[in-house]
């Protein structure tokens, strides 16, 4: 009897969480069949019918990283200006458990982004909505004069991802050295030096 | 009869340019013994007298990343403070062929990394020493005035490190919208929100 279609959802469900938490762990360099069967518990066998190659793993994996990232809870915009800028930079850093493993398997996928041209153009797109994205808030912060008349929105938001994403990194290597507290702190300092500039 | 010791040196050599290129062309991720046959134009079989397994292709690889990184050509420090601060981190920037090869593979390594126990202390490392290595220079430039008494010299150097890597990301993803004179642009304006601030 083939399985009911819900038992189906259920195990494509299985499947994805297994793949991730091998990402959490390993990172792309470690996504293997061979390591989501043994995460699941059962044989690499079963799952050349969710993956034929190698090539289906990874497009799974970096389609939940998206879908992950898309739909990750996200602060509320508190006041037009830099406090949203705050809040939407606070939502990329890596303050939870969940927010770790998202940025671990993100900072993972640039060794293969950066090998193949169509993921390579795609992260760089990725990047460019990012930078847009902030643009609006920064020049809201501007014209609120929480910064200074002369900054360019669309420089400082290259910026602002820039220290954000370094930050990410650095507190994935050294979590003792960059506990939630002073990740927020060194973003509080750098805003802070954004403003009075 | 066995090779000169000199033609030995010379293969050796040769070994390590051919696994320069393959990581500056497909990084960590695409770092075989296969590949840097391909490179080489010999079989593999001729590499394992190299490499025994994978792990010593690695590791090699991580020490040439090393070698490279420490040999690599310096500027000049032109004044004590802030201008060094600025020459350290042009240092950094992917601003020449030879700089954004070696960012593309550290980038890459660090999916490598963050899977290893042993290579995330050591990466964590290298941060520290980074940061060391820049906190004199910004503790010159707040005795010289060229930044407000009331930084932080250690908070700053993490700041001024995770700025830099984070536009190397950028800029390695998407070197059309990044090109030298914006990088540097980037750089002189953030040195100069933190004088300022």
Redesign the interface.
């Known amino acids: 009897m083939p399985p009911a279609p819900g038992d189906h959802d259920a195990r494509r469900e299985d499947v994805s969480r297994a793949v991730w938490q091998v990402l959490a762990?390993?990172?792309?360099?470690?996504l293997t069949l061979r390591a989501v069967a043994a995460a699941m518990g059962v044989s690499t066998g079963m799952l050349t019918h969710y993956f034929p190659a190698k090539r289906a793993l990874i497009t799974h994996a970096l389609d939940l990283l998206e879908t992950r990232t898309a739909g990750r809870p996200r602060r509320e915009h508190p006041a037009p200006g830099l406090p949203t800028v705050r809040a939407m930079l606070l939502d990329i850093l890596p303050l939870t458990p969940g927010d770790t493993a998202r940025n671990?398997v993100w900072?993972?996928?640039?060794?293969?982004?950066?090998?193949d041209d169509g993921l390579?153009g795609a992260?760089?797109d990725r990047?460019?909505r990012l930078r847009s994205s902030l643009h609006p808030h920064l020049e809201a912060a501007r014209e609120l004069g929480e910064l200074p008349a002369h900054v360019?929105p669309a420089?400082l938001a290259?910026?602002a991802?820039?220290?954000?994403?370094?930050?990410v990194?650095?507190a994935?290597?050294?979590p003792t050295?960059?506990p939630e507290d002073t990740q927020v702190?060194?973003l509080d300092?750098?805003l802070?030096?954004?403003?009075?500039?």
């Open positions: 762990e390993k990172g792309f360099g470690g671990r900072v993972s996928s640039w060794d293969l982004s950066l090998a390579a992260q760089a990047y460019a360019d420089q290259a910026t991802v820039a220290f954000t994403h370094g930050l990194v650095q994935l290597f050294d050295r960059f702190a060194l300092a750098f802070a030096s954004l403003a009075a500039s």
